[in-house]
């Protein structure tokens, strides 16, 4: 069965320091995979998508088949990314199902 | 527009009562989706929209029926509710060129007594 695991309920950081959210899914296709964020009361949005492989808000993510993970990375946290953070999975074929992970709680202290 | 529009954003009902939550785009997107949300859990899929046509029900509940009345509305018609199905329910679309990407609602936060 298609599932996407984020261990971490919550990571506390300092701002300035580097920050990985860990995804790991497991899929036996070719999944895609995504990050969505959600910002205090602001609605879920796309971060990035790791076909795109694009860097976005200094946020990069690789996708390692191997090991079958999706982290998402920035090497200096801002106070402003602050935020929930799933990871999410999506396989192929007509219009697809997202399955969410649980999330990610990343505050990010000044 | 390049919003996906929610309304109520608060709803209370009783068990007993009907209402209709209604989610809008004109992104000229064919693909649409409702989710639920639980405090502190991540959104779960309930149905898809697929050029109007429902094309996939992940078992939901008949007290939750979905219509479609064309490519830019859809609705969640509520009846016979129970307390735990009170959530955030939240609307998506995503268009056909890019139909992996959805893009979300705010959201209509139900409250059943």
């Known amino acids: 069965a298609q599932r996407v695991t984020q261990p971490e309920k919550l990571l506390s950081v300092f701002k300035g320091a580097p920050v990985e959210l860990k995804c790991n899914y497991s899929?036996?296709?070719?999944?895609?995979l995504f990050w969505y964020v959600q910002y205090s009361r602001q609605r879920l949005q796309l971060l990035l998508r790791?076909?795109s492989r694009e860097s976005i808000k200094g946020f990069t993510a690789d996708l390692n088949k191997g090991e079958t993970s999706f982290h998402l990375k920035k090497p200096f946290a801002q106070e402003e990314d602050s935020a929930m953070y799933y990871c999410?999975?999506?396989?192929?074929?007509?219009?697809?199902?997202?399955?969410f992970g649980a999330g990610t709680r990343l505050a990010v202290h000044p | 527009d390049t919003e996906v529009t929610q309304t109520p954003k608060h709803l209370v009902m009783g068990m007993t009562n009907k209402k209709s939550l209604k989610c809008e785009q004109h992104?000229?997107?064919?693909?649409m989706y409702w989710y639920k949300q639980k405090a502190k859990k991540p959104p779960e899929l309930m149905f898809v929209?697929?050029?109007?046509?429902?094309?996939i029900n992940e078992s939901v509940p008949s007290r939750f029926s979905p219509e479609c009345p064309n490519s830019s509305l859809l609705n969640l018609h509520l009846h016979a509710l129970q307390p735990e199905d009170s959530a955030l329910y939240l609307c998506?679309?995503?268009?056909?060129?890019?139909?992996?990407?959805?893009?979300f609602g705010a959201g209509t936060r139900l409250s059943v007594l």
């Open positions: 790791h076909i």
């Open positions: 992104m000229g997107h064919r693909a």
């Open positions: 929209y697929s050029y109007e046509k429902l094309s």
């Open positions: 899929y036996s296709g070719s999944p895609e």
């Open positions: 998506a679309s995503s268009p056909r060129e890019a139909k992996n990407i959805q893009y």
């Open positions: 999410a999975l999506s396989f192929s074929g007509g219009y697809n199902k997202l399955i």
